[in-house]
């Protein structure tokens, strides 16, 4: 690990103006991912800005059919909330999922959401259920905020300071999580929503969350799995490594998009 500076900002705009000010720095909350980056000496910040205990990140409220969440909510939090398991239980069951009890523990929604990890789970959610992302700034549809690998429109010195989630009519998670790291090999979250269903698909695509919008039309007619059994992903911009060929990722969007489907009509 090299060496850096740490701070702990007393206000979000303080933690703001420090990440303006220096674009080597990074923000700290969960660190479930920059820690481990750091460790492996993969990033060399010139600062820590630690936002983890920050007022205006904390917090989960269900007002108006939706459902907000602080940027520095932890995972268990959310997965136990009996707002979140009562309003939006698909969210809950996703969260339930990620990784291992350590890391809910630690990890954050906002740092997954801002980090945008190509096999995390939470952008899936945010996607599918058209959230929008509220920075210090102003606010972003989940449609414009996530970017690639890696990538969001986040600026310098803005960061996420909670996400609202419009309730769906129906809405479910499935995936095929790596056995060793949980992370998301391919997983599916459909949302029947006010404006259609929408299928949002993490840890399959190279550069990232994607919607499947093939699916997105068959589901339209009726949420069930034999809706996307003539349906077929295709393999060309999906992730190929040592745990899967983009073909075997491409199978596993459809099977675990069918079992989402399936979850739903279960519901019915």
């Known amino acids: 690990?090299?060496?850096?500076?740490?701070?702990?900002?007393?206000?979000?705009?303080?933690?703001?103006?420090?990440?303006?000010?220096?674009?080597?720095?990074?923000?700290?909350?969960?660190?479930?991912?920059?820690?481990?980056?750091?460790?492996?000496?993969?990033?060399?910040?010139?600062?820590?800005?630690?936002?983890?205990?920050?007022?205006?990140?904390?917090?989960?409220?269900?007002?108006?059919?939706?459902?907000?969440?602080?940027?520095?909510?932890?995972?268990?939090?959310?997965?136990?909330?009996?707002?979140?398991?009562?309003?939006?239980?698909?969210?809950?069951?996703?969260?339930?999922?990620?990784?291992?009890?350590?890391?809910?523990?630690r990890g954050t929604i906002g740092g997954s959401v801002a980090n945008n990890d190509p096999a995390a789970d939470s952008p899936a959610a945010v996607l599918a259920l058209n959230a929008t992302v509220i920075t210090n700034k102003r606010e972003i549809a989940a449609d414009d905020f996530f970017q690639g690998m890696f990538t969001t429109a986040l600026e310098p010195g803005e960061l996420v300071v909670k996400i609202a989630f419009p309730l769906p009519k129906a809405a479910a998670y499935a995936k095929f999580p790596h056995p060793a790291s949980g992370y998301a090999m391919a997983g599916v979250f459909i949302a029947q929503t006010a404006s259609g269903v929408r299928v949002a698909v993490t840890g399959a695509g190279a550069s990232g969350?994607?919607?499947?919008?093939?699916?997105?039309?068959?589901?339209?007619?009726?949420?069930?799995?034999?809706?996307?059994?003539?349906?077929?992903?295709?393999?060309?911009?999906?992730?190929?490594?040592?745990?899967?060929?983009?073909?075997y990722r491409a199978q596993l969007v459809k099977v675990m998009a069918g079992r989402a489907a399936a979850a739903i009509s279960r519901k019915k």
């Open 1 to 105: 690990m090299y060496s850096f500076q740490y701070r702990k900002a007393k206000t979000l705009q303080e933690a703001a103006d420090w990440l303006a000010k220096d674009e080597d720095a990074k923000a700290l909350s969960g660190g479930m991912t920059l820690l481990p980056t750091l460790k492996a000496r993969l990033a060399q910040p010139s600062q820590l800005i630690d936002i983890a205990g920050l007022a205006e990140l904390a917090g989960i409220d269900n007002k108006n059919g939706v459902l907000t969440i602080g940027a520095a909510t932890r995972y268990y939090q959310i997965a136990t909330s009996p707002v979140v398991r009562e309003a939006l239980p698909a969210l809950a069951e996703l969260i339930s999922t990620v990784a291992d009890p350590q890391v809910r523990n």
């Open 209 to 247: 969350v994607f919607r499947w919008s093939e699916a997105e039309q068959a589901l339209g007619k009726g949420i069930n799995a034999a809706a996307l059994e003539k349906l077929a992903v295709s393999a060309d911009d999906l992730n190929e490594d040592i745990h899967g060929s983009r073909e």
